[in-house]
């Protein structure tokens, strides 16, 4: 058994976020609201800002492509969770469990590298605001999601080989409403010593990279702002980081607590509503997190319907 590693199953049982069927219909209710919501919310910035001239600075490319992001994070799951709930065979197939982990594995860390690259934009901008155009140009920016891209996906290949290779001879039933590291790890009946070890090491490097650049970041933004004489000055710039800094701690809060701890520590009930927070609520809020305190993106928002209105207004003094 130590020499090899056998997968002894060929499908898992999904047990959803809750195991009682009279909460099913409602679940199902309020989870494809959340994804609808979802959907509507991240489509309506990436159409805003690709329609509005205004917002084609980096600022702005960073947040359309953490929208896209946060569209491929709940499409990831949600729309098995809700398929799970109808169904009376809550299942999903190895190989999907695998490709459905490694797609989770690449768009979460794929969030936290623009989380990371947008705060070094933002201190780009404030502290070195004359050298902006030139260090944040178009082809930087590019350069910047592609290496992100890439450096998401070796890491979540990492993962899923080493969740394919795992033993899954203890049950087939998972925990959870989708297939991830710790419940897998939790299921599995191979010595999990080494897999966790590569959690500490390598995740940590990848996903806490990030933070650190976003940690930096900031307190070079705070000392920089420290010299503005001008309240009002100082006021407008941290507000231009405001949203991003609650996104950051939603998102790494949650990160944080479901990944960088022992396996023996997992408790299933309080993970799925943990992960119910990063994978559904955190991109349904985004949006409106970027939105309600954005000016620029306030602004384009309105255009269209004063436009709209303009026009039916026309038309009903015509007729």
């Not at 569209?71 to 299942?91: D, G, M, R, W, Y």
């Not at 944040?136 to 920016?141: A, P």
């Not at 990030?210 to 006021?235: C, N």
């Not at 309600?292 to 015509?318: E, G, H």
Request: net charge positive.
């Amino acid at each position: 058994m130590g020499l090899k590693n056998w997968t002894f199953t060929n499908e898992f049982i999904l047990l959803g976020v809750s195991d009682q069927p009279w909460m099913q219909p409602w679940l199902f209710v309020i989870f494809l609201a959340m994804y609808v919501t979802t959907l509507l919310g991240n489509t309506t910035i990436i159409c805003i800002i690709g329609s509005d001239c205004r917002l084609h600075t980096p600022m702005y490319f960073f947040l359309c492509n953490f929208s896209f992001v946060d569209i491929c994070l709940t499409s990831v799951t949600v729309p098995k969770l809700l398929a799970n709930i109808l169904s009376e065979k809550k299942s999903i197939y190895f190989s999907g469990c695998v490709a459905q982990l490694f797609f989770f594995l690449l768009i979460g860390n794929m969030e936290s590298f623009l989380l990371g690259v947008m705060a070094y934009d933002r201190y780009v901008a404030i502290c070195n605001p004359l050298h902006y155009t030139t260090v944040m140009s178009r082809q930087v920016c590019l350069v910047l999601v592609v290496v992100s891209w890439i450096t998401s996906a070796l890491h979540s290949l990492i993962y899923s080989v080493m969740a394919s290779r795992l033993s899954y001879c203890k049950s087939n039933i998972l925990h959870h409403f989708f297939c991830d590291i710790p419940p897998l790890l939790k299921l599995s009946c191979s010595d999990t010593s080494m897999y966790e070890l590569i959690i500490f090491t390598e995740g940590s490097i990848v996903v806490m990279g990030p933070f650190i650049l976003i940690t930096i970041s900031y307190a070079l933004i705070v000392f920089t702002l420290l010299k503005v004489s001008s309240e009002q000055g100082r006021w407008k710039a941290f507000s231009t980081c405001f949203s991003h800094l609650v996104v950051v701690t939603l998102f790494y809060g949650t990160d944080i607590f479901m990944y960088f701890r022992p396996s023996s520590s997992y408790s299933l009930d309080y993970d799925r509503v943990v992960s119910v927070m990063y994978t559904i609520v955190a991109p349904m809020l985004n949006p409106f997190i970027y939105s309600l305190r954005n000016k620029d993106v306030k602004d384009a928002l309105k255009k269209p319907v004063y436009q709209s209105t303009f026009t039916i207004q026309r038309k009903a003094t015509r007729m």
